[in-house]
Each structure stands twice: as C-alpha cells, then as structure tokens.
C-alpha cells in the first residue's frame, strides 16, 4: 500500500508538471495567435472586439503570465478547456471528444494487435531458439520497424489505394456514412485497414525483439530448469514460469504505448487524414490555436500518467517483489 501510495504522490507532482509545461510551452512559439482571428475576419475587425476576443482566450498581453497562469488552473478545475481559436465558437472540449474516439479506436486496436501478436511471436522464438521461426521473424519485423510511418504510409496507399484501388485514399469513413456508429462499423473498418496495417507492421517488431530477449534471460533462470526437471509440459513451463517472468517488461510498454495513443500517431492520422487527435493536435499548432493545443496535449498527459499508474498496479499482481519497494 506505502509503495502504491508513494507512486500517487509523484504523479500528482508529474501532473502538475505537465500542466505547468502545457501552460508555457505554447506562449513560447513564435508569432502572435490574435494574427489569425484577424486573418478569419479579413483584417475587418473592431479594436474593442479583438481585445475581448484576447481575454476569452487567455491571451491578454495587459495580463500578466501568473495571472493567465492562475486563471488556466481555474479553469481546469472546472473542467473548462476553453474556446477553439481556430474552430472557434466551437469548445475544446466538444472538438476533443469529436477526435478522441477515432483516435482510441484506431490505434488502441492497432496497438493491441501489434502488442498480441509481437508478444506471441517473440515468445516461440525464444522457446524454439535456432529455429526457422527464430531466424526469419526477428528479421523481417526489425527491418518493418525502420521504416518511418508516413513512408510506409504513403507506400501503402500508393499500392493499395492508388494504383489498386482496393482501399480509399483517406478519411474515416465514406461520404454515405454519417459518422462514428455501430451501424457504419463496415464501413469503418474498410477506411480503417490501411492506416491500421501502417501502425501494427511498424511496431510489431519492438514487441517481438524485447519479448524475445527477456525469454531468453528467463528460460535460464533456475526456477525453469527445475520445472524442466519436474517433467512439466513444454507448454506449461513456457506460459506458466517462463512467459508470465518474461512478459512484465512489456507489460510496462504497452501501458506507455497505451497512453501515447493519445498522439494519435500524428504522421499517420495526417497522411490519411483521419480524424483523430493526433490531426487535431496537427491543425491546431498550424492555426496557432492555444486552448486547443493545451487541451489535446493535457488529454495525453493524462493519458500515459494513468497507463503507467496501472503498469505499477499491474506489477504488483505480477510480482509481489515490487510491493516490498
């Protein structure tokens, strides 16, 4: 329980970090972000209005940065991210949650996938190590994971969209689809494939090569050896003793690729266009839209300081070692 509760200490001060960095890190870009409210309205727009238009968004120069400081954590202690700058009169709030399910949907499935089966493969090929299996699949799945995700991206889609129209260029789903429903779900998951395929073949193999290696180290361990000895099936001593040791490296990975889904996998929502906050986040910084770039940036910061806290929950059910920490 102490080990637990030392753990919520330092992600309530991570938090607090993080929301400090969030407040500052878009004031620190160059430019001014009022530009492009005046930009909208064709440079057509009263003094007066233009400074009420500032302090809506927290960006009033006759205010100081403590004060805008203060008032941001006002604010997001009652759940108030602000106005969009760039979708304005639109919220933050409604734009996030429009993007957040595209996102969750996307890449926590291809993340899962990727997870699963990496996981599955590095784990024979440690067990049946010098095999065909061992010689090629580390291999193949190395070189996939070179490759940067917009190039395989753009490769896919030329292949498999351009030149055989066999998938759609982009987007989310169909003009004839009206949205995020399980009624559309086909449809959803035809536009889904591609930038799916994308994620799942450029991430495998850091699943497979650390699974691998960490079965490895275990199946020498002595523990192994005399389950071995204790004429165990091969089947047991690999998901029982082995597997179960071996796996809970990954199982802190996946908890942070979890919480990095949040990003959207910002290259590969951009080349397909995808609706998800990673495009989000994309479009905000072009448009310079502050809230909104708080806003998707807090949601992942949340997110990987509350996958890596069930990592820590998730270590103690697996190895009561951890609660002596």
């Known amino acids: 329980m102490r080990y637990l509760l030392r753990r919520a200490a330092f992600y309530a001060v991570a938090l607090w970090a993080a929301v400090t960095l969030n407040f500052a890190l878009p004031r620190m870009m160059p430019g001014n972000p009022m530009q492009v409210l005046v930009a909208k309205f064709r440079g057509r727009i009263n003094p007066d209005a233009l400074y009420a238009y500032a302090k809506l968004f927290g960006l009033d120069r006759h205010v100081s940065l403590w004060a805008q400081y203060w008032q941001y ?3 997001l202690l009652h759940g108030n991210l602000g106005v969009s700058l760039g979708l304005y009169p639109e919220t933050v709030s409604a734009a996030l949650m429009q993007a957040l399910p595209w996102t969750l949907f996307l890449l926590g499935l291809s993340t899962l996938i990727s ?3 990496g996981t599955l493969l590095g784990m024979v090929s440690a067990w049946r190590r010098g095999s065909f299996l061992d010689a090629v699949a580390p291999t193949v799945f190395t070189l996939t994971g070179s490759f940067p995700y917009f190039w395989l991206a753009l490769l896919l889609l030329y292949f498999f969209a351009f030149q055989l129209p066999w ?6 789903y169909g003009s004839s689809t009206s949205g995020w429903s399980f009624a559309n779900l086909p449809d959803i998951l035809y536009h889904a494939v591609l930038p799916a395929l994308t994620i ?3 991430s495998i193999g850091g699943w497979l090569l650390s699974m691998r290696n960490n079965m490895i180290n275990t199946l020498s ?3 192994v050896k ?6 165990l099936s091969d089947r047991r001593i690999m998901m029982t003793y082995a597997a179960r040791n071996a796996i809970l490296p990954n199982v802190t990975s996946f908890a942070l690729s979890l919480g990095f889904i949040l990003s959207g996998a910002i290259l590969t929502e951009v080349v397909f266009s995808y609706p998800g906050l990673g495009y989000t986040l994309f479009q905000a910084v072009g448009n310079m839209d502050y809230p909104m770039m708080q806003g998707a940036l807090l949601l992942i910061a949340l997110a990987v300081l509350v996958a890596n806290f069930i990592a820590d929950l998730v270590y103690v059910k697996l190895d009561p070692r951890a609660r002596q920490g």
Do not use: D, N, R, S
Request: charge should be neutral.
């Open 115 to 117: 997870f699963i089966l």
């Open 200 to 202: 799942v073949v450029t």
């Open 221 to 223: 361990e002595e523990y």
């Open 167 to 172: 998938f759609p260029l982009g987007h989310a």
């Open 73 to 75: 954590i006002g604010q």
């Open 226 to 231: 005399v389950a071995k000895a204790k004429g």
